[in-house]
Nanobody, 128 residues
Framework: QVQLVESGGGLVQAGGSLRLSCAAS????????MGWFRQAPGKEREFVGA????????YLRDSVKGRFTISRDNAKNTVYLSMNSLKPEDTAVYYCAARGGSDSGRYFYTTRSEYDYWGQGTQVTVSS
């Protein structure tokens, strides 16, 4: 059974930092693209960032560029989202996602329908 389990969420003051982890089990995702999404109360789930299978390339939404970083450790089957200079508008449930197939090319997957596996989410709350 494939599982993605996020951890590292919590309550932090504005300007603070958190690092989210997403540990995969049940199969390896070392050749798959992975991504992070978030959903704030009353809003649609939105793309945050994506990372190629090798970890060499990442793509982030404009509102988090310069503050968030995505990385991965394929040996640990884990992807990370490091978040700095957090703002109240970053408050949301954060989800990691993985594609089922092997990754190739330069395309970054930015929509929910492009991902096959999802974690249960971890809450991030940023107080002002």
């Amino acid at each position: 059974q494939v599982q993605l389990v996020e951890s590292g969420g919590g309550l932090v003051q504005a300007g603070g930092s958190l690092r989210l982890s997403c540990a995969a089990s049940g199969r390896t995702f070392s050749t798959s693209a992975m991504g992070w999404f978030r959903q704030a109360p009353g809003k649609e789930r939105e793309f945050v960032g994506a990372i190629k299978w090798s970890g060499a390339s990442t793509y982030l939404r404009d509102s988090v560029k310069g503050r968030f970083t995505i990385s991965r450790d394929n040996a640990k089957n884990t992807v990370y989202l490091s978040m700095n200079s957090l703002k109240p508008e970053d408050t949301a449930v954060y989800y990691c996602a993985a594609r089922g197939g092997s990754d190739s090319g330069r395309y970054f997957y930015t929509t929910r329908s492009e991902y096959d596996y999802w974690g249960q989410g971890t809450q991030v709350t940023v107080s002002s």
